[in-house]
């Protein structure tokens, strides 16, 4: 046999070898240190762990006795919602099993094992760090360490078999050889056993816990001895569990653990009672009935007496209505007050009540139940005596709105007397204020008092309110009226539309999807009419347009709202449609991008040329939603209408699978619908190496089609746009990618719609330039719906837009703001057309109009203020055009716009130099005003300088700058497409800090 410290050495080798303490083998051992371990443990005030499956399997592989309670569990962990299911996982994988409250190591235990020893073990979890990691080896792993270690000593093999079964036993009782006992000496002081008392214990198969319950059950045997032989005397062998609890305290649950005792409900309402186990349930029960009968006899005659003592307290006077009964408890009710009841008699509140009892005045007493109460002969004498009522009712506290309206004073004239009185204002009583100032002696006096004033005062609102609606009622009957005939007025002013020459002219409406030829067969008429217009919504695409006629030696002009390029000889106008001349339209006028009808801010124009257009052909090109609206306008009129349907020139179809950003293929146009998201979009495309383009609405018109040249030229992979891009732009794209599903539309974030999603996908597969075209997406999700939307039939338009004319407001009375307002709620559109028309939004020109005085629309003129708040402005520029207006206002030459930065290197810079050239663009468009273009002295200069930085901007972008998006506090970089300046982290801290400072 190995000597013992061999053994010893061995099992330290051991032991450090899989980095823990010497013979690290048991959860806790004296001379171990696991209990200076556990105690910090349970010392220190950790936060409960949501355990993984992991986490829970491994804390009931290190557990002794192999299982635990829920109650001791979620000690440490939490077992609800996400813990719920870790332990749903670790249970569906076989590594733990639960049984009622008990969860416990599938590896060591059945269900059936661990409910055997929960009636006697007590487990404890083991030490736990603070991340829920166990801090000793599974016991599975350690009793194989301790195998290896000790089975060359038969001495320690045998005494590990003797605690196999149970896991612990009573030194005393422990009959061992010599050879055991030294061997017993030995694994005690390593830790392989453990002492605890008068016991020895295994602490592979036993916790601490267990021990200290096992050793409190054997020292409450002589007392749960005694409790078994009380029960056995009594009648049935059965007692009351309230008297048994008054004889052993708080010691009887600890007994009635140990067993050999049976809880049991009787009676209705139900009482636990105890029995022995060996009493007979049916004669126990009967013993406890019996004896609850006669207790509840006693109990009644008590009870009885009680309240028959108190019948001389209470006096003979009844309460007013009260039956005097034939008990002595309802004799008692019958000749005394609850004190809420007391209360109500007396007209106080329960407050003012307690006072009175305080101060004497009342004298209460309590009945058997505990409640207090009041005889009835002192509260009706009270009612009757008004000495006594005023007594009671002095700290009834009043108002100061119910003294001035009895009284007659104002509120102020009350609280400056109540002030003098040095009185508090706010909770003034009955019996400070009794008899002042016009008040009666009684409360109960002033109460009457105050209902009638207050009937008579509330009289006097309900009169002053029929009053005053009457009053608006006239009012509004009138301001109808009014509106009545200001609609009518406006109305007969309406422009008229249908005209002699009418039946001369005819509309050629050409519907179809994107990439159909509608433009080319409409520029192709327009040629062969020898003069006319071609109108858009956009300078680009009046400068491409522009472009290609020149291109093809058909002289034509270019007219925008910023600039006019003549060339000579020209018969022909590409224009935004804004700049059309309806007086000079030669023979054709095109009007494209005819979806705009239903625009309304920018509508009003296409009505207006559409409706007001001299020449003989009027090609109107949209897709087939614009064919009932155009219908509805043309037979209003008495216009002929002709309807050209055309066919895609190349096939078009969604794409299989979801792309990804990195990897979109060369010739896409990725649209995202935001300037932040494109710039975003730009840098993450760049520094993975892609050569981009980028189209967006704040960039100039020249910036624009020098990045789509880039694009159409193969200059570049890929095309970043927003969805300018679908107004006919002419970019050879074989494919169309969707960045985003939804778009802000100036009020909400929405989901794009069909005739968006066609009209914008469409721009993939340009005829003559690709073959076909795919439209795409970046997931799973925005794929599903791309092909609901993608085949989807879009809504017909419905309503065109008109805007006002110059005789129309002249007839509104009010300020330049308020009459446009007017003029879009009055909607005054003849009837016939009311089906098909709609006010347009004047919300951005009722700001401006909101910065101009009355008289300085006067000075203006009408006709010349309606036509400077039609300027092309934004929420950013509005600062700049207010300037330019005070200028003309003066007389004096406009300002010139802000300058920008010299060299763009940041995403800000790249903001001012936008913002600069939109102001530039706001003192060109006037400057092109013949009312104002003598103030615009230095025309020339601001149009070359707007040049200059468009080709600045346009260099920046082309040299990769980094356009990332910063918040605007800390400079961290936003994710692209972040709706917000402020990072979330400084947006936080902004409130929390706001909060502190309402709290302060």
């Not at 005792?261 to 049916?282: D, F, H, I, K, L």
């Not at 005062?457 to 509004?476: K, P, T, V």
């Amino acid at each position: 046999m190995a000597s013992a410290p061999d053994v010893v050495k061995k099992a330290s080798t051991t032991a450090l070898a899989l980095s823990e303490p010497p013979l690290a083998l048991c959860a806790e051992g004296d001379n171990m240190g696991a209990e200076d371990d556990d105690a910090d443990y349970r010392e220190s005030p950790m936060s409960k762990i949501t355990p993984s499956p992991e986490q829970i399997a491994r804390v009931l592989a290190s557990i002794p006795e192999g299982f635990i309670k829920h109650a001791v569990f979620t000690q440490r962990f939490r077992i609800h919602q996400k813990g719920r299911r870790s332990l749903n996982a670790a249970i569906r994988a076989g590594r733990v099993g639960e049984i009622g409250s008990l969860i416990y190591d599938a590896a060591r235990l059945n269900a059936e094992m661990a409910q055997e020893a929960a009636v006697w073990c007590e487990p404890s979890l083991p030490p736990i760090d603070e991340d829920g990691s166990v801090r000793t080896p599974p016991v599975i792993e350690r009793r194989a360490i301790r195998q290896m270690v000790f089975e060359p000593d038969p001495s320690a093999a045998a005494l590990f078999e003797r605690f196999a079964e149970r896991g612990y036993a009573e030194r005393e009782r422990f009959s061992i050889t010599p050879q055991e006992e030294a061997a017993l000496s030995h694994l005690l002081s390593v830790g392989a056993l453990a002492h605890k008392d008068a016991y020895v214990y295994d602490p592979l198969r036993l916790s601490e816990s267990t021990l200290d319950a096992i050793i409190r059950r054997r020292t409450l045997l002589p007392l749960h001895q005694e409790l078994v032989a009380y029960l056995n005397a009594q009648p049935g062998r059965t007692a009351s569990i309230r008297d048994v609890q008054s004889r052993y305290g708080s010691a009887l649950y600890e007994l009635l653990a140990i067993g050999g005792v049976v809880r049991y409900p009787v009676g209705s309402p139900a009482q636990v009672w105890m029995r022995t186990e060996e009493a007979a349930a049916a004669e126990a029960e009967a013993a406890a009935l019996n004896a609850i009968h006669r207790q509840e006899i006693e109990d009644r005659k008590r009870v009885d007496a009680a309240w028959a003592a108190l019948l001389p307290v209470v006096g003979d006077v009844l309460r007013p209505g009260a039956d005097d009964g034939t008990s002595n408890m309802a004799r008692v009710l019958a000749r005394s007050y609850s004190l809420d009841a007391a209360a109500r008699r007396l007209a106080v509140h329960g407050d003012v009540l307690k006072q009175a009892i305080r101060e004497g005045i009342l004298t209460p007493f309590a009945d058997p139940k505990g409640k207090r109460r009041i005889a009835a002969a002192q509260v009706e004498a009270a009612h009757e005596d008004p000495a006594v009522s005023e007594a009671v009712a002095a700290s009834e506290q009043v108002t100061l709105r119910g003294i001035a309206l009895v009284s007659g004073l104002s509120e102020m004239a009350v609280r400056h007397r109540l002030t003098r009185a040095n009185i508090d204002t706010t909770t003034p009583t009955w019996g400070e204020v009794r008899g002042k100032w016009g008040l009666p002696e009684r409360l109960r006096d002033y109460r009457e008092l105050h209902k009638q004033r207050k009937r008579e005062w509330l009289a006097e609102q309900e009169r002053r309110r029929e009053e005053m609606l009457e009053q608006a009622r006239r009012e509004e009957e009138e301001e109808r009226r009014r509106r009545t005939r200001l609609r009518e007025q406006l109305i007969a002013i309406f422009p008229n539309w249908e005209r002699a020459r009418r039946a001369e002219q005819e509309v050629i409406l050409h519907i179809g999807p994107t990439n159909s030829g509608k433009t080319h067969d409409a520029l192709n008429h327009l040629i062969e009419a020898g003069s006319g217009w071609y109108l858009a919504p956009l300078r680009l695409l009046a400068f491409e347009v522009f472009d290609r006629l020149n291109a093809r030696g058909v002289h034509c002009n270019l007219l925008t709202g910023e600039e006019y390029i003549p060339v000579p000889g020209a018969q022909f106008t590409a224009a935004t449609i804004e700049m059309f001349n309806p007086m000079h339209s030669g023979d054709c006028v095109i009007i494209d991008e005819a979806h705009m009808f239903a625009d309304p801010d920018r509508g009003a124009a296409w009505t207006r040329a559409l409706m007001e257009a001299q020449a003989q052909e009027i090609h109107v090109l949209g897709a087939p939603i614009v064919r009932p609206l155009i219908q509805q306008l043309t037979q209003a009129v008495s216009l002929p209408l002709h309807v050209i349907e055309h066919r895609r020139l190349t096939p078009l179809h969604v794409a299989d699978a979801p792309w990804t950003l990195h990897d979109l293929p060369p010739r896409t146009i990725l649209v995202a619908f935001s300037r932040k998201t494109v710039l975003g979009l730009k840098v993450d495309l760049e520094r993975a190496g892609r050569t981009v383009s980028v189209v967006y609405g704040n960039l100039p018109p020249e910036v624009r089609r020098r990045q789509a040249d880039r694009f159409a030229n193969e200059e570049c992979e890929i095309c970043i746009a927003t969805d300018a891009v679908g107004m006919g732009l002419n970019l050879p794209a074989d494919q169309v990618c969707f960045y985003e599903m939804e778009k802000f539309d100036g009020k909400d974030v929405r989901l794009l719609e069909p005739h968006e999603v066609q009209q914008i996908g469409g721009r993939a597969g340009r005829h003559g330039l690709s073959e076909g075209g795919v439209v795409g997406v970046l997931s799973d999700d925005h794929l599903r719906q791309l092909r609901a939307l993608f085949d989807a039939t879009p809504p017909s338009l419905t309503h065109a837009h008109v805007a006002p004319t110059v005789e129309a407001i002249s007839l509104i009375p009010g300020t330049l703001a308020q009459r446009l307002r007017e003029w879009a709620l009055l909607e005054s559109i003849p009837e016939a057309l009311r089906a098909s028309l709609k006010t347009a939004d004047m919300s951005e020109r009722i700001e401006l109009a909101a910065m101009l005085r009355v008289e300085e629309v006067e000075q203006l003129g009408m006709a010349a203020a309606l036509k400077l708040i039609n300027a092309p402005t934004r929420q950013e520029t509005r600062d700049f055009w207010r300037t330019c207006a005070t200028a003309i206002l003066r007389g004096e030459h406009l300002p010139s716009p802000s300058q920008p930065p010299t060299e763009i290197r940041t995403h800000r810079d790249l903001d001012d130099t936008e913002l600069c050239i939109l102001e530039a663009d706001v003192y060109l468009w006037l400057a092109g005003r013949q009312e104002f273009s003598r103030y615009a002295g230095d025309e020339t200069e601001v149009r070359a300088t707007r040049i200059e930085w468009s080709l600045r901007l346009d260099d920046a972008l082309l040299r990769k700058i980094d356009t990332t998006r910063r918040c605007v506090q800390c400079g961290t970089k936003l994710p692209t497409g972040y709706r917000f300046a402020l990072c979330d982290n400084c947006f936080h801290a902004r409130r929390s800090r706001h909060a502190r400072e309402r709290w302060r």
